[in-house]
């Protein structure tokens, strides 16, 4: 078992930044490729970013591309989400998730563990 627990969400302006955090624990922790994905209401949970275990592959999505950068510390059990120039439309609750020897393009069929999401807010 993996447990993913995540920090850094709030209410933020439009053009602001926040950045998360996501620590794990339970087992070696880069045997994972990890990734966030988010849910808005109403929405699917879509994948936002991806990154290999020892960090050297990352995806982004479209979306986010040039605002957002994933990162790891694999001596830390953290991925981290940096997120810059927020937008309205980027509000949703941001998930960490994990997959076993997985790719930095992670999918969501594939995820193995999932934290529990935080809120992420951006008003206009």
């Known amino acids: 078992q993996v447990q993913l627990v995540e920090s850094g969400g709030g209410l933020v302006q439009a053009g602001g930044s926040l950045r998360l955090s996501c620590v794990a624990s339970?087992?070696?922790?880069?045997?994972?490729?990890m990734g966030w994905f988010r849910q808005a209401p109403g929405k699917e949970r879509e994948f936002v970013a991806g990154i290999s275990w020892n960090g050297g592959m990352t995806k982004h999505a479209d979306s986010v591309e040039g605002r957002f950068t994933i990162s790891r510390d694999n001596a830390k059990n953290t991925v981290y989400l940096p997120m810059n120039s927020l937008k309205p439309e980027d509000t949703a609750v941001y998930y960490c998730?994990?997959?076993?020897?997985?790719?930095?393009?992670?999918?969501?069929?594939?995820?193995?563990?999932w934290g529990q999401g935080t809120q992420v807010t951006v008003s206009s």
């Open positions: 998730a994990a997959d076993y020897r997985g790719s930095y393009y992670l999918k969501l069929a594939f995820v193995d563990y």
């Open positions: 339970g087992r070696t922790f880069s045997n994972y490729a």
